[in-house]
C-alpha cells in the first residue's frame, strides 16, 4: 500500500463511502435476487452498491433509504449507473480503481464518465474529479483511516517483518508480528486514555447510540488483529488497497456485480434502482401494502439509532415483507440489538452459515431474520 499525502489531508472532506462497505457475496446468497422480487437496502452515508448488486442481481426493484445522506446516495449510484453505460467492464472497473491503469487511461475514463452526466450532477462530480483519478473505490474517509492505519504500520515496523505482516500464508505469522510491532503497551495506554473522550472517526448518531465506537477507540487493536489475521491483501473490503500498478484485482476479489459476466446487468440496474428522498436521520416511512417487497438489507443502521426508533423501523420493515422474507443486518454491537416481538425472527442456523462465510470481517455480528408468518 502506498502513503498518499492528499488523501491523507483531504481524508475528512471526502464521502464516508463510495465503494463496498460489506461482502456483496454474503448479500446475494442472503437475499437470492431474481426476476419478479423487490428488495428494501438501508445505510448510513452509503454508496449503493448494496442495491446495485441486487439490481444487477435480478431483482426487479430496489428501494434504497439512506438515513443520513440520500443526496450521496443518489449522486453515487447515478454516477456508477452512467459510467456503466459508457465504458466497458474493465474500463468501468480503472475508474472505480479495482484494475490497473496509467494516468492516461485513469484520466480518460474519467472525463468519459464527467462527460456522460449532465445538469447538477455534471456540474456537482467535475468539481470533485480529483477525489477519482486514484480510483472512486479510493475516494472516502475509509481510505483516510486506511492511510491512518497504514502510517501507524511503517512508523512501527521493519519493511521485511511489514511484507510479511502483509502476505505471509500463516497466520500465526501476520498475528505475532503484529503484535510485536505495532500492538505496542504504549499505544494501548495512550488509547484506553483517550479513546471514550474523543470521538477520532464515528458519526454523531453512532457515538451516541452505540457503545462500539467507545469500546473500539479505547483498544482499537483486537480489530486490527481480526483484520490482519484474515490477511488484509484478500479482503475484498481492502485488497484494492494493496494493488500493485501494473497487477488488476483477481476476479473473486471484484463485487459480484461488478465481474464480466454479471457487468450487463449493472447497466441496466439503474432503471431498477430507486433511491427514496428523507431527511437526515429520519426513519423510512415504508407506506407499502403488506408483502410487497421480498427482503432486506440493513448495514450497519441499528447501531445509529435508539432502542425506540429500532423497534419502529423493524415493525415498519416487517409489515412490508412477504411471510418467511429474509432480512439481512450488519452491526458493529457485541449484543444483538433487534428487538424481539418485531417481527422478525432470527435464522440462527443461516446466520451462522453467512458469518462464516463473511471474507470482510469488519462487523462483529452478521444477523439474518425472517418476516413472521
Not at 75 to 91: F, M, P, T, Y
Not at 292 to 310: F, M, T
Request: glycine share 6%.
Amino acid at each position: 500500500m502506498k502513503f498518499n499525502i492528499w488523501t491523507m489531508l483531504a481524508g475528512w472532506s471526502m464521502p464516508e463511502h463510495t465503494g463496498i462497505s460489506d461482502d456483496l457475496d454474503v448479500l446475494l446468497k442472503a437475499l437470492k435476487p431474481a426476476p419478479g422480487l423487490r428488495f428494501i437496502t438501508l445505510s448510513s452515508y452509503g454508496a449503493g452498491e448494496a442495491a446495485l448488486a441486487l439490481a444487477a442481481g435480478g431483482a426487479d426493484t430496489v428501494l434504497a433509504y439512506d438515513i443520513e445522506d440520500v443526496h450521496m446516495l443518489q449522486r453515487l449510484i447515478s454516477l456508477k449507473v452512467s459510467a456503466a453505460g459508457v465504458l466497458d467492464n474493465h474500463e468501468y472497473l480503472v475508474l472505480m480503481g479495482l484494475r490497473s491503469g496509467t494516468v492516461e487511461q485513469r484520466r480518460a475514463v474519467v472525463s468519459r464518465t464527467l462527460e456522460s452526466l449532465s445538469g447538477a450532477e455534471y456540474s456537482f462530480w467535475v468539481k470533485r474529479h480529483r477525489w477519482f483519478l486514484q480510483g472512486l473505490f479510493f475516494a472516502n474517509q475509509q481510505t483516510f483511516f486506511m492511510q491512518m492505519f497504514w502510517l501507524l504500520i511503517c512508523l512501527l515496523t521493519p519493511l521485511q517483518a511489514r511484507r510479511l505482516m502483509l502476505y505471509s500464508e500463516c497466520e500465526d505469522t501476520r498475528l505475532k508480528l503484529f503484535r510485536r510491532y505495532v500492538s505496542r503497551p504504549f499505544l494501548k495506554v495512550l488509547f484506553n486514555r483517550l479513546g471514550s473522550r474523543i470521538n477520532f472517526f464515528y458519526p454523531k448518531a453512532e457515538w451516541r447510540f452505540s457503545d462500539y465506537p467507545k469500546d473500539f477507540n479505547r483498544d482499537p487493536f483486537p480489530y486490527f488483529e481480526r483484520l490482519m489475521g484474515r490477511g488484509l491483501p484478500g479482503n475484498p473490503l481492502f485488497a484494492h488497497y494493496f494493488l500493485d500498478d501494473e497487477k488488476s484485482l483477481p476476479e473473486p476479489l471484484l463485487p459480484p456485480h461488478l465481474r464480466p459476466h454479471v457487468y450487463s446487468g449493472l447497466r441496466a440496474a439503474g432503471e431498477r434502482v430507486q433511491v427514496v428522498p428523507s431527511a437526515p436521520g429520519s426513519l423510512p416511512p415504508l407506506d407499502f401494502p403488506p408483502g410487497s417487497y421480498h427482503g432486506a438489507y440493513l448495514s450497519n443502521i441499528i447501531d445509529y439509532l435508539g432502542p425506540k426508533d429500532r423497534m419502529e423501523l423493524f415493525q415498519r420493515i416487517s409489515r412490508v415483507l412477504t411471510a418467511g422474507a429474509p432480512v439481512l443486518v450488519y452491526s458493529n454491537e457485541s449484543y444483538d440489538k433487534v428487538p424481539p416481538e418485531c417481527g422478525l425472527e432470527p435464522d440462527r442456523s443461516a446466520g451462522s452459515s453467512l458469518a462464516a462465510q463473511d471474507r470482510v470481517r469488519i462487523y462483529s455480528r452478521v444477523g439474518l431474520f425472517r418476516a413472521a408468518a
